[in-house]
C-alpha cells in the first residue's frame, strides 16, 4: 500500500514563500519519478513541478524560476520551494508518485493535497 502525505500548506502574503514536502511510504522511494499537481477553483488539475528518479527536474512556464521541486531519497521526501507567490498560486497542491516496472506497469499515486491560499 503506497501512502503519500504532505505538509507545509497554508495562509502567505503575495511575495512570500512556502515549502510543501511530501513523504511516501509503501513505494521504493528511489525508483520513481515525483511531481506536484495544484488545481485551483474551477480549473483542471495542473503539473506544477515534476523530477525524475535521476534528479532531472521540469516546470510549466507559470512557475518556472519561482519554484524549486528536489527530492532526499534518505527521507523519502519530495520537496517544493515556492517563491515569489502570487494569488493565482492559489490551490489544492497535490503529490503524485510514478512507479514504472516496464511496458504495462505504470501506476501513479497521489496525496490527499494540502491547500495553499496566496492572499492579503
Known amino acids: 500500500h503506497v501512502d503519500l502525505v504532505e505538509s507545509g500548506g497554508g495562509l502567505v502574503q503575495p511575495g512570500g514563500s512556502l515549502r510543501l514536502s511530501c513523504t511516501a511510504s509503501g513505494t521504493i522511494f528511489e525508483r520513481n519519478a515525483m511531481a506536484w499537481y495544484r488545481q485551483g477553483p474551477g480549473k483542471q488539475r495542473e503539473l506544477v513541478a515534476a523530477i525524475t528518479a535521476g534528479g532531472t527536474t521540469n516546470y510549466p512556464d507559470s512557475v518556472k524560476g519561482r519554484f524549486t521541486i528536489s527530492r532526499d531519497n534518505a527521507k523519502n521526501t519530495v520537496h517544493l520551494q515556492m517563491n515569489s507567490l502570487k494569488p493565482e498560486d492559489t490551490a489544492v497542491y497535490y503529490c503524485?508518485?510514478?512507479?514504472?516496472?516496464?511496458?504495462?506497469?505504470?501506476?501513479?499515486?497521489w496525496g490527499q493535497g494540502t491547500q495553499v491560499t496566496v492572499s492579503s
Open positions: 503524485k508518485a510514478e512507479e514504472d516496472w516496464g511496458p504495462d506497469r505504470k501506476y501513479d499515486y
